[in-house]
């Protein structure tokens, strides 16, 4: 069992709201009550003094979330190394694994998929990220964004599911999941030319997003493909130039 023990107001709350949104059987005891017979981790603040011969998970209010996710994979006997997997695309599944738990999943837009995984490993010893090579442009912008942190090329054949009635929009996320559970290649960069044909495709798209059937230029197209413009934005960026 999980056990709050915090004199943090804030913490208290947050971790609280936390383990009950995802239907945790836990308590909260007063700093310096006896704990629960059956207590296996604790959740305290930075300055809250409290002796007990379990796993203690100290954390403040602005990173409960985070104390969350380790006290679970403590429970669960699935402590390890963190590892994030990606399916690539215009909005990336992303899946945090703490060993073999899952502890984290996303579904975000390509601009904000960097953000998320340096928040995600923020605090990891030894992190991994794992992206898929399917979707080619995408992948490598991701690759490059990432300086600094360990990742792996996944040969992501086979890791999207069959996805069955109202399992709608979570493929790309089971496919994070099983790609983080795949080894891949060490890579530092990857450097991707888009081809005439996706060029072309992605062309096709704004003109049929657009009310004007508006094809943007080449140079846009390359900035959507790198995932640096949304279809939208480069459609702006074609109005305000007058073409």
Request: net charge negative; aromatic share 2%; proline share 4%.
């Amino acid at each position: 069992m999980i056990v709050v023990a915090t004199a943090d107001f804030e913490l208290y709350h947050e971790a609280v709201d936390e383990l009950r949104s995802r239907g945790v059987s836990f308590t909260t005891v007063e700093p310096g009550d006896p704990l629960p017979e059956h207590a296996r981790v604790l959740i305290t603040g930075p300055d809250d003094e409290i002796e007990a011969n379990i796993e203690r998970v100290t954390a403040t209010g602005d990173d409960a979330r985070r104390a969350v996710d380790e006290a679970l994979t403590t429970l669960r006997g699935g402590g390890g190394r963190t590892i994030v997997g990606v399916d690539p695309g215009i909005r990336p599944g992303i899946a945090v694994l703490s060993g073999e738990t899952v502890v984290a999943a996303f579904h975000v837009p390509l601009t904000d998929a960097v953000e998320v995984i340096r928040r995600e490993i923020e605090d990891a010893v030894n992190p991994v990220v794992r992206i898929g090579d399917g979707a080619r442009i995408q992948g490598a912008k991701l690759i490059n964004d990432l300086d600094g942190v360990a990742v792996e090329l996944v040969d992501e054949t086979g890791t999207t599911p069959y996805l069955g009635s109202g399992a709608r929009g979570m493929g790309d996320v089971l496919a994070a999941v099983n790609i983080a559970q795949m080894s891949g290649e060490d890579i530092d960069s990857r450097e991707i030319e888009p081809t005439a044909g996706e060029l072309q495709r992605i062309k096709d798209r704004s003109r049929e997003a657009s009310e004007e059937s508006r094809s943007i230029d080449d140079e846009l197209a390359r900035r959507v493909a790198s995932g640096e413009l949304s279809i939208e934005e480069a459609l702006a960026e074609h109005r305000a130039r007058g073409e």
